[in-house]
Nanobody, 119 residues
Framework: QVQLVESGGGLVQPGGSLKLSCAAS????????VNWYRQGLGKQRELVAS???????AFSDSVKGRFTISRDHTKNTVDLRMNILTPEDTAVYYC?????????????WGQGTQVTVSL
């Protein structure tokens, strides 16, 4: 059974940092494209960072220069490091693992982890 579990969320002051981790079981995360999405209260889900199976990365304009995404193949995890956090970064952050081949698409989601940026 495939499971993605996010961890590392919490309460942080503006200007602070957090590291979120997405841990996978049942799949080898390294062969999947992994995306971090977030959804603030009353807002649509937003893609904030991606890392391909080749370790190419991409970021939304709202987090570019502040967030980084990386893989740890030994731990089967993908980390999202978030710096210079602002209240606008407050959201539930979700990990998504996606893989498409010529005859199937695999798409898995974690349950989300809350990040709150506040004094």
């Amino acid at each position: 059974q495939v499971q993605l579990v996010e961890s590392g969320g919490g309460l942080v002051q503006p200007g602070g940092s957090l590291k979120l981790s997405c841990a996978a079981s049942g799949i080898i995360l390294g062969i999947y494209d992994v995306n971090w999405y977030r959804q603030g209260l009353g807002k649509q889900r937003e893609l904030v960072a991606s890392i391909t199976s080749f370790c190419d990365t991409a970021f939304s304009d709202s987090v570019k220069g502040r967030f980084t995404i990386s893989r740890d193949h030994t731990k089967n995890t993908v980390d999202l490091r978030m710096n210079i956090l602002t209240p606008e970064d407050t959201a539930v952050y979700y990990c998504n693992a996606h893989r498409a081949t010529w005859n199937r698409v695999d798409d898995y989601w974690g349950q989300g982890t809350q990040v709150t940026v506040s004094l």
